[in-house]
């Protein structure tokens, strides 16, 4: 088991940068991969950027070259950095967890706010 707690989320303008924080109840070291996913109301939950425990990175398509994600083991913290944000950008960001190597999450954090004003 783990608990994943989010930080960082808020209101930020168009074009502005926010960072968003997951820190885990336990070692990341050995987690399969650790990921940042989003959903709005009404639609499935989405991959934004995950890591794997080797460094390995994956990102959606709309995000890629604006948001970097990256790990922290020493702290056991996965981290967001969210560059160039736009209004659509805006929903509720989730921290996922892999510990038991399903190839998605089997473990989620309570998600944070992320608001762009346009």
């Known amino acids: 088991q783990v608990q994943l707690v989010e930080s960082g989320g808020g209101l930020v303008q168009a074009g502005g940068s926010l960072r968003l924080s997951c820190a885990a109840s336990k070692s990341i070291r050995s987690i399969y991969h650790m990921g940042w996913y989003r959903q709005t109301p009404g639609k499935q939950r989405e991959l934004v950027a995950r890591?794997?425990?080797?460094?390995?990175?994956d990102y959606a398509d709309s995000v890629k070259d604006r948001f970097t994600i990256s790990r922290d083991n020493a702290k056991n913290t996965v981290y967001l950095q969210m560059n160039s944000l736009k209004p659509e950008d805006t929903t509720v960001y989730y921290c996922?967890?892999?510990?038991?190597?399903?190839?998605?999450?089997?473990?989620w954090g309570q998600g944070t706010q992320v608001t762009v004003s346009s």
């Open positions: 890591i794997t425990s080797g460094g390995s990175t």
């Open positions: 996922g967890a892999d510990i038991l190597n399903w190839g998605r999450p089997n473990y």
